[in-house]
């Protein structure tokens, strides 16, 4: 793997590697570079498997971080490629011409994450979300309490309590107060 | 609709002389013309593999065109964990594959042992060990049913669904939960197995392997069977990379890949694992490999209740799990359920949250792209016994 990453670094600008474990390893590099280094990997690394194509909302650098996860059968290792790109101008390179089921991954983070993959088969299709016109999902900026708040509406003649206030209320009145699980969104 | 030519993998041409005309290689089908019909499969359809549909265009009864529709459980597992402290997310993974839960709170634990730099002790290792192998078994049964079922054979469904059930005890006296078993929390797992526990898995594999028996000579060995499963649903050695195709359904096509063997975890390296595999490809292949897997698995089980040390430690020393903070980096944890390739990829950020978890499913290109491609030019009959030879399971497409 060491001298892969040697290849590599003599390749293309390697922005970071970080061997996770022995059959981990991540390296990031940029953007324009991401489909050529693919393309390597796949046709004369042996990293022929890709396992998933996945995105992190980095919504404080204003980043999405794009993660190829690929497996090498040979040598039984899995290398994750990351990349980051613009958050507010979101696209990236296709790959379904390198891997035939990589439209499907592309397609659900144009749906989820709003992320444009020109030229991608279907990917203007909707994935699980139906008539969706908000705010893709999955960008953390997407307030899920106001969403629902907008959309459904209270039955009624049913009250709303916060359930740690309401259980320390009625059940533990008598104790001291304990840290507790709670979900305290942002 | 862009998977309108025909099947390439299969090598099985259709007569295409009149239906549907051909232009750039593309079928031109034109639903006011009356020569074809759209009609859907699901989701509420007992040839369906849980809830997704596919949506058909068939010519006489033979399929022309065919797109999965998933969405119909979207419970949002993934934006859920994005709001939870660590030890909230463990409950809820389980629930992303019903049949075999198992898979997803081991991958979902150890991804957080990962990254925290968590090392679990050796007797909980043995006892994930054993988890997840009967959580194998009760899969497989509940996979031989389904397999049976939609080739009209509902009375092999029934025996290996009860059979599964008394899987289900085991797994009551080893959890405390039938279903759901939240059993291997990060650290370790939350209990030894109780008093009696040894004879009674014996017992139940000898009952196994007996009903394994009747399954070949009713199931396997039956002639409607292999005239109905043989040649249905080929995947070629090359659609494997193109596809991503793992799991029995990759093996099938003659690729070596069990991750028990690849890439061990847990306690698999210890054990003597084989790697089965066919050079066929067809939904028979699958179901032959799939039950000898099952013996395999079979095999592993008794292996392992011989080999489990008696004292130990069951979890390792963990910090308070309420305020628990992981370190901020990037894992991604994968095991080998029924279905082939299960994996979690888990981005900390160094807060109480996860930053991103993404759970990794085998069906998520069986079901979609491989099933799109395959479904093409068979007959509307045999859809259900592809969908099933492809053993697909949509809560894992959905997450």
Known sequence: MEQLIKKLKGMVHLRAYRKQRDDLHFIMVDKPQLEMILAHLKNNEGFTHLAFLQAVDLIEDGKFQLTYMLYNYSTSVNLGVNVLIDRDDAEMNSIHKLWAHGWQYQRELHELYGIDFPGSPRVEESFVLEGWEEMPPMRRDFDTLEYSDKTFYQRPGRSTNDPAEYMKEKMYKNYPPSPGIRRDDE | ?399
């Open chain 2, 1 to 399: 609709m862009s998977n309108l030519s025909k099947n390439k993998y299969s090598g099985y041409d259709a007569d295409r002389s009149k239906y549907p005309e051909m232009e750039n290689g593309k079928a031109v089908i034109d639903l006011d013309s009356h020569k074809f019909t759209k009609i859907w499969q699901g989701p509420q359809h007992p040839g369906v593999t849980g809830n997704m549909s596919v949506e058909l265009i068939i010519n006489g009864d033979e399929i022309v065109w065919a797109k999965t529709h998933v969405g119909y459980l979207h419970r949002a597992f993934e934006k859920l964990m994005e709001r939870r402290k660590y030890i909230q997310c463990f409950p809820l993974v389980c629930r992303i594959c019903v049949p075999e839960p198992d898979t997803n709170e081991y991958c979902v634990s150890a991804a957080m042992e990962d990254l925290a730099g968590i090392t679990v002790p050796e007797k909980a290792q043995w006892l994930r060990t054993l988890n997840l192998e009967m959580s194998r078994i009760a899969s497989y049964l509940m996979w031989i049913g389904g397999q049976a079922g939609s080739l009209g054979m509902g009375a092999i469904g029934q025996w290996t669904v009860g059979m599964r059930d008394f899987w289900l005890d085991l797994f009551e006296e080893m959890t405390g939960g039938r279903v759901y078993h939240m059993y291997m929390i990060p650290g370790g797992v939350r209990k030894d197995l109780p008093d009696g526990f040894k004879d009674q898995a014996r017992d139940l594999i000898v009952r196994t392997r007996k009903l394994l028996g009747d399954v070949e000579n009713t199931f396997l060995s039956n002639a409607i069977v292999k005239s109905r499963l043989q040649g249905l649903g080929i995947i070629t050695p090359e659609m494997v990379d193109e596809y991503g195709i793992v799991g029995p359904n990759a093996r099938a096509t003659g690729r070596e890949y069990d991750i028990r063997i690849n890439n061990p975890y847990v306690k698999y390296s210890e054990l003597d694992v084989k790697m089965i595999t066919s050079s066929v490809g067809d939904a028979y292949a699958r179901a032959e490999l799939r039950y000898k897997d099952m013996h395999q698995s079979l095999d592993l089980v008794s292996a392992i209740l011989d080999r489990i040390p008696e004292e130990g430690a069951l979890q390792a020393k963990m910090p308070n799990l309420v305020n628990w903070k992981i370190p901020p980096g990037q894992t991604y944890v994968k095991a080998e359920s029924t279905r082939g390739e299960h994996g979690f990829y888990m981005v900390s950020d160094g807060t109480g949250k996860p930053r991103r978890v993404f759970a990794r499913g085998a069906s998520y290109t069986h079901a979609i792209s491989v099933l799109e491609e395959l479904a093409v030019n068979i007959s509307l009959s045999d859809l259900a016994a592809l969908m099933v030879s492809l053993h697909t399971c949509p809560p894992e497409i959905e997450r």
